[in-house]
C-alpha cells in the first residue's frame, strides 16, 4: 500500500520544474558546430511547427528543404527566411529527384521526413543510404509491411520515430510518478484525442486519402497519441485490439473512421479505452489508473497553456493535488532530444522498432473494427 511517509515532501511543482529543465539532456549544444537538418516535405506542419523548432534551439539548424521542385522549396526558403534562423541564412531548396541523388547531401547532417505517410519509406531509404540520421514522422508508414521496410532499411543509421508526447514534460512526470510506485500496478488507461481535419486542411487533405495517410484518418493520425503514451509511461506493448469505427461526413467517405472508439490490451492485462476523431472540438485527455492511484492529464496532447496534471492516491489516507504546467513547444523539445542522443551517441527511445509496434496495433485496431471481434496483434 502507498504510505503517508512517501507522500511526505512531495512537490509536484518542484517536480514540473525538474522536468521542464529537460531531464534527458546530457551533453551542451554548440552553436558553432551546429545539427544541420534537411527537411523533406515542405506542408505547413514542417513550415508552422518544425522549421520554428529548430530555429529556437541552439546547435541546430535548418540548411536544406526538399520539395516536389525545387522553385517551391527555394519559394520557403525567401518566403520564410524569418523562420530559419539567424544560422541558416545560407539554406537552399531542392526537389525530390535531386534530394534522391544526394544533391546537397555535403550541406546537412540529418534528415527530418514529414511527407504523407505512405511516402515516408523512398526518404528514409535514401537517407540511410547517405549515412544520415533520421526523425520521421509518427506513424513510421502506412502499413505494418513499409514500416518494417524502414526498421530493416535504418539497421546501421540513427533514426528516431517523431512522437513528441516522449519529452513533454507533464507525461514525463506521469511516468516519474508511475515509476515511483505511486500509483500501484497499472489496471487501466483512457484517452481521447480529437480534432477538426476540415478546418486545418480542408476535404481534400492527405489525411483523408487512403492512399496516402494509411488504412484510416482518425485512429492513424490521432488515435496513436494514447496507444502510444501509454506505452511509454507504463511500459508495456500491446497484445491485441478491440475496435468500432463510422464515417458519415462526405469528405470521410474513403475512411472507415470519422469517428472511432477502441480498446488496447497491453501486457500484462492492462485496458487502454480510447475514443478519437478527425471531425470533433480539438479535446485531448489522458488517465492511468493503477491498484493504489491514479493520474490524469487534461488537456493532453496538444501544446496548451491550460495543462494540468491530478494525481489521486493513498491508501487509509488519500491524497490528492494538481499541478499546471507550463506550455511547453513540444517540438522545440523532440527536435532538442534528437540532437542530444546524437551528439551523445546514445539510442533513441522511440527508434524504429517503436514506431513498427504501433504500425501493428493501428492495424490491429481496423482489423477488429472491420471484423467486429477481437484482434490478436
Given at each position: 500500500?502507498?504510505?503517508?511517509?512517501?507522500?511526505?515532501?512531495?512537490?509536484?511543482?518542484e517536480l514540473r520544474s525538474r522536468f521542464s529543465e529537460r531531464d534527458w539532456q546530457q551533453t551542451e549544444p554548440d552553436p558553432e558546430d551546429p545539427l544541420r537538418f534537411a527537411m523533406v516535405g515542405l506542408g505547413w506542419w514542417t513550415i508552422e511547427e518544425m522549421i520554428p523548432a529548430v530555429a529556437a534551439e541552439p546547435g541546430i539548424s535548418t540548411t536544406v528543404l526538399v520539395s516536389s521542385t525545387a522553385e517551391k522549396a527555394e519559394r520557403v526558403v525567401d518566403e520564410h527566411e524569418h523562420r530559419l534562423g539567424d544560422d541558416a541564412t545560407d539554406a537552399r531548396g531542392i526537389d525530390y529527384d535531386a534530394f534522391h541523388d544526394g544533391a546537397a547531401a555535403e550541406h546537412y547532417d540529418a534528415v527530418y521526413v514529414c511527407t504523407p505517410n505512405a511516402l515516408h519509406l523512398p526518404y528514409v531509404e535514401t537517407a540511410a543510404d547517405l549515412?544520415?540520421?533520421?526523425?520521421c514522422e509518427k506513424p513510421l508508414e502506412a502499413s505494418t509491411e513499409r514500416a518494417a521496410a524502414i526498421v530493416e532499411a535504418t539497421a546501421d543509421v540513427p533514426i528516431m520515430t517523431?512522437?513528441?508526447?516522449?519529452t513533454e514534460p507533464?507525461?514525463?512526470v506521469a511516468k516519474?510518478?508511475?515509476?515511483?510506485?505511486?500509483?500501484?500496478?497499472?489496471?487501466?488507461?483512457?484517452?481521447?484525442?480529437?480534432?477538426?481535419?476540415?478546418?486545418?486542411?480542408?476535404?481534400?487533405?492527405?489525411?483523408l486519402d487512403p492512399d496516402l495517410a494509411g488504412p484510416g484518418a482518425s485512429v492513424t493520425d490521432v488515435g496513436i497519441y494514447p496507444i502510444n503514451t501509454a506505452r511509454f509511461v507504463i511500459d508495456r506493448d500491446p497484445v491485441a485490439a478491440h475496435a468500432s469505427m463510422t464515417s458519415e461526413h462526405p469528405a470521410f467517405a474513403d475512411v472507415p473512421d470519422e469517428a472511432a472508439s477502441f480498446l488496447i490490451e497491453y501486457e500484462g492485462g492492462v485496458t487502454g479505452a480510447y475514443t478519437a476523431s478527425q471531425h470533433a472540438q480539438l479535446s485531448g485527455s489522458f488517465r492511468i489508473v493503477g491498484t493504489e492511484g491514479e493520474v490524469r492529464l487534461?488537456?493532453?496532447f496538444f501544446n496548451d497553456e491550460r495543462s494540468e496534471l491530478h494525481l489521486r492516491t493513498g491508501g487509509s489516507t488519500i491524497f490528492e493535488t494538481s499541478v499546471a504546467f507550463p506550455s511547453v513547444d513540444?517540438?522545440?523539445?523532440?527536435?532538442a532530444y534528437f540532437a542530444d542522443c546524437l551528439r551523445d551517441g546514445r539510442p533513441f527511445e522511440p527508434d524504429a522498432e517503436h514506431g513498427l509496434v504501433d504500425m501493428q496495433a493501428i492495424e490491429a485496431v481496423y482489423e477488429a473494427a472491420e471484423r467486429g471481434e477481437r484482434v490478436e496483434l
Open positions: 500500500m502507498v504510505t503517508e511517509r512517501r507522500l511526505v515532501g512531495m512537490d509536484l511543482t549515412d544520415k540520421a533520421i526523425l517523431g512522437y513528441r508526447m516522449h507533464a507525461i514525463r516519474t510518478l508511475f515509476e515511483d510506485g505511486l500509483l500501484g500496478e497499472p489496471v487501466a488507461v483512457q484517452g481521447h484525442m480529437t480534432q477538426n481535419v476540415l478546418d486545418i486542411a480542408g476535404p481534400d487533405s492527405w489525411r487534461e488537456p493532453a513540444q517540438m522545440e523539445a523532440e527536435v
